[in-house]
């Protein structure tokens, strides 16, 4: 099995289902997943999506008139559905011919006789159309419309106030980061390399902040890759570990970092990442992991 096709089964995995882990058709693909670093970090962007997108459907709240409504507008379609077309009416049989001898006779009376009108046929039936906005199909497109303009709004206006106010509070580069990390994929690394020492090296040759240590617990892991973004002027880099989930190690020089610089050790949390901000010498390190801060450890 190669990579492709393994992605091809391991999208079909929902995020924390132990049931899918153990499922034996996607068991070869798991397997490569263990000796394949960038299949490994795809597959974990591929479960924190998932995962965020099925906590965004679970938090909608389904209004509680929609199942009365639907049953309505089902009720409000039958009764509107057009009644089955009646059997053909058998064809009237073909009138007798007229003898001869009265077609002989003359068509004078002493009594003046109009000739004997024929029984007209019944004129087809017709249905005025329905105005457009009569039709059942409409009320159910308009209910559905109302749906989708029910999800888009947010849940609670307190709340999307209490969360632009927790992320305003937090330092740009922290932003800038959640960001790129969301947006990470192994064909972006510069360098992959399962040796941290290999990162520092390819680092420090292009010139990139180099960690001047790496704390012993990260150290103990083996790395996936490395890259490097230019921010307001400031050259961050980030060598990505893989032990159980991925952390993201990014280093600056203190000297162009762009936001203050804290005087102690801060935590920060940003959409479904932990953030910690620490100096050491000349340089600002940032870890990062996904979850909340009781996900950073404690060795830093």
């Not at 804290?262 to 901000?277: M, R, T």
């Amino acid at each position: 099995m190669n990579r492709e096709e393994a992605q091809q089964l391991l999208e079909l995995c929902r995020p924390g289902n132990v049931d899918d882990r153990q499922d034996p058709v996607l068991a070869e693909a798991f397997a490569l997943l263990e000796t394949d670093a960038e299949l490994k970090v795809w597959f974990d962007q591929q479960q924190a999506l998932d995962a965020q997108i099925s906590e965004h459907m679970n938090s909608i709240e389904v209004p509680a008139d929609l199942k009365a409504s639907i049953l309505a507008g089902m009720r409000l379609h039958q009764a509107h559905a057009p009644a089955p077309s009646p059997a053909a009416a058998p064809a009237p049989a073909p009138k007798p011919a007229t003898d001869t001898v009265n077609a002989a006779i003359p068509f004078t009376s002493a009594a003046p006789q109009g000739p004997v009108a024929e029984p007209s046929e019944q004129a087809p039936h017709t249905t005025r159309p329905r105005a457009w906005w009569q039709s059942p199909w409409t009320g159910i497109a308009a209910l559905f419309v109302i749906m989708m303009a029910i999800m888009n709004v947010p849940r609670n206006t307190q709340s999307t106030l209490e969360e632009s106010a927790a992320l305003a509070g937090l330092p740009p580069v922290i932003q800038f980061l959640s960001n790129e990390i969301d947006q990470l994929t192994a064909p972006r690394l510069e360098r992959r390399d399962d040796r941290a020492e290999n990162l520092t090296t390819f680092l420090a040759s292009n010139h990139s902040p180099t960690p001047n240590t790496i704390p012993d617990c990260l150290g103990e892991m083996p790395t996936i890759g490395c890259i490097t973004y230019e921010y307001e002027g400031a050259k961050l880099s980030m060598i990505c570990f893989k032990g159980g989930q991925t952390y993201h190690l990014i280093t600056a020089d203190k000297s162009t970092y762009p936001d203050k610089l804290p005087l102690e050790p801060e935590l920060f949390q940003c959409s479904g990442k932990a953030f910690k901000i620490w100096v050491e010498g000349e340089q600002v390190n940032i870890l990062s992991v996904k979850g909340t801060t009781e996900d950073i450890p404690e060795f830093i």
